[in-house]
Each structure stands twice: as structure tokens, then as C-alpha cells.
């Protein structure tokens, strides 16, 4: 029988703590969240991540913009939020609207208060093992792998996918966890020959149910990252759960899998800082 890995319990238990440590310690954080446009996805999202600090004692700003925000008047309002003391955090929504440049926004924050860990600094940071903002969703993988008591060092992990935001910071810090790391994406050859030798395979490659039973070693750990809606308006991964779940020795459901680590791990890196 496999374990099923509870992101929806370890990512309260986070909050819990983090909420426990900034009562405690009367630790006074802000955290500023620019929204441009209209995207009902990010106006969720956005939402998501104000109740989040409400429930942990972070103050948060909200900044919503109108969708045709030029890219000047956004880097201004970035630069104001960078020299103001009181902000420690800085996050821009992503997607933002077309007619803006994502790279040149996400590289006018200050690194020292990225805790998206988008910055090039902040990745760079990673990538050279010193201390830095990491990406919340990978690290948030590491959370629940290590707070679900399995080992990463010395293991074969695969990851699927090698985005900026997901699969690669995902290998860095599977490789910072000491683990042999493999990056496998749309290029790789004979993928499944490269996923079956994986102890932990973590999926990020962006298609529904696309990982079956014929990917995956006995007893693996799965991580499924994807999350799309399927015809029937229901929440499922990039894993096809039901097919791969009796191989593995323990997997991540979807929803209430990696999903709610993301928004924990922002409130982490809002709390803790570099
Ligand atoms: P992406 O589209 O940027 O990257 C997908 C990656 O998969 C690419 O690097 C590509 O090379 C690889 N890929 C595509 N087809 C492939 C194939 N046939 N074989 C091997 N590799 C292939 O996606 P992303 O932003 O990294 O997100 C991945 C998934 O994770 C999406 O479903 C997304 O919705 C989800 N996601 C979830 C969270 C969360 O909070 N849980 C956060 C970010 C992303």
C-alpha cells in the first residue's frame, strides 16, 4: 500500500509554525502583491496568497492594476516598494499582460526582498548554494518529501520538466538535498527509460495524465507538480493518478498535493527571509 503524501496537512502544519514564530518573536512583516489586469486565475491566486498572510500575522499590500498599466508606470511602483523600509517582500502576478517585458519587471526587484526567488540573483544564489530566495513551488517539494520522512540523499531523482519556476530549481535543490539528479524534458530521448530508473520522479511537464504506470519503477515516489481541469471541470495532474499510484511507495495527490505547498512556502520565505 503507498502513502499518500497530504500537502493540504503539511502545508498547515507550516503556516501553523510560521504563525506561531511571528506571534511569538513579534516579527513585523509586509508583504506587497501587484496584480496587472484582469486574469481571473491570478485574481484567485492573488487572493489566495492575502488570506494566507492574514492567517500568519504578515501584513500585505495590494497593488491592482488596470490592464493597460504601462511597463514604466509598473517598474516605478517596483522601485518605490524596493526603498520602502517597512516592505520586505515584493511579488508580481505572473502572467502579466503582453505588452510588458516579464524578464526586465522580474529583474527590477530588489533581491533581497524576491521571495518568489525569480531574481537572477536569487537563482544564481541557488545554483551556487548560497543563502537566497528559492522558488516556492520546488521548494515546497522538499518540504513535503522531508516532513513525509523520506530520504532524498544518495537517490536517483528524475525531474520532468525544466522551467524556470518549476523543473529547474527543482533539480538544484534535489542536487543541494545530495541527490543524483537527472533533467529530462521535451527533447529527451526515450524518456521512460530515463524515468523507470528514478526513486523520486518529479513531474512538471505541463500535460494532463501524460505520466502512466509504464513510466515509473516499483515503489517509486511520485511527485505529481501539474495542475489542469480535465473535461469534467475537475482538478487532476500531470500524473494519472489512479494508473500509477498501486506502483509507487508513495505519491502526491492532485488537488491537495504540491498545489498547496506553493502559497506555505511564499508565507516561509515572507517570514524567514534570505
Ligand atoms: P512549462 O510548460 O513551462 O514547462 C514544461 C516542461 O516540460 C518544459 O521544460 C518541457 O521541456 C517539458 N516537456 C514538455 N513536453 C515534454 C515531453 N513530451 N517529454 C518530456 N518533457 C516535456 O510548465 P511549468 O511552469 O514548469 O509547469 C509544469 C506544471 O506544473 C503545469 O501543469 C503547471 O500548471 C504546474 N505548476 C504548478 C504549480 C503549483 O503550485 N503546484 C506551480 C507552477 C506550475
Do not use: W
Request: with cysteine; hydrophobic share 40%.
Amino acid at each position: 500500500m503507498y502513502q499518500l503524501i497530504d500537502g493540504k496537512r503539511i502545508s498547515q502544519e507550516i503556516k501553523d509554525e510560521l504563525k506561531e514564530k511571528v506571534a511569538k518573536q513579534g516579527l513585523k512583516r509586509c508583504l506587497a502583491v501587484i496584480k496587472v489586469g484582469n486574469d481571473p486565475a491570478s485574481g484567485v491566486y492573488v487572493n489566495n496568497k492575502k488570506k494566507a498572510c492574514e492567517y500568519v500575522g504578515i501584513q500585505s499590500l495590494s497593488y491592482e492594476l488596470a490592464e493597460e498599466t504601462t511597463e514604466e508606470e509598473l517598474l516605478k511602483l517596483i522601485e518605490e516598494l524596493n526603498t520602502k523600509e517597512d516592505v520586505n517582500g515584493i511579488l508580481v502576478q505572473l502572467p502579466l499582460p503582453s505588452h510588458i517585458d516579464e524578464d526586465k519587471v522580474l529583474l527590477a526587484i530588489d533581491p533581497t526582498k524576491d521571495v518568489d526567488g525569480f531574481h537572477p540573483v536569487s537563482v544564481g544564489n541557488l545554483s551556487i548554494g548560497r543563502p537566497g530566495y528559492v522558488s516556492c513551488t520546488p521548494a515546497g517539494v522538499i518540504q513535503l518529501l522531508k516532513r513525509s520522512g523520506i530520504e532524498i540523499a544518495g537517490k536517483e531523482c528524475v525531474v520532468i520538466g525544466r522551467s524556470n519556476i518549476v523543473g529547474k530549481p527543482m533539480s538544484m535543490l534535489l542536487l543541494r538535498e545530495n541527490a543524483t539528479v537527472t533533467i529530462c524534458h521535451s527533447r529527451t530521448r526515450d524518456l521512460k527509460e530515463v524515468t523507470k530508473r528514478a526513486d523520486i520522479l518529479v513531474v512538471a511537464i505541463g500535460k494532463p495524465r501524460f505520466v502512466d504506470e509504464t513510466f515509473v519503477k516499483e515503489g517509486a515516489v511520485v511527485i505529481d507538480v501539474g495542475i489542469h481541469r480535465n473535461e469534467n471541470g475537475k482538478l487532476c495532474g500531470d500524473v494519472d493518478f489512479d494508473k500509477v499510484a498501486p506502483h509507487t511507495s508513495a505519491i502526491t495527490p492532485v488537488p491537495g498535493g504540491v498545489g498547496p505547498m506553493t502559497i506555505a512556502m511564499l508565507m516561509h520565505n515572507c517570514v524567514e527571509g534570505i
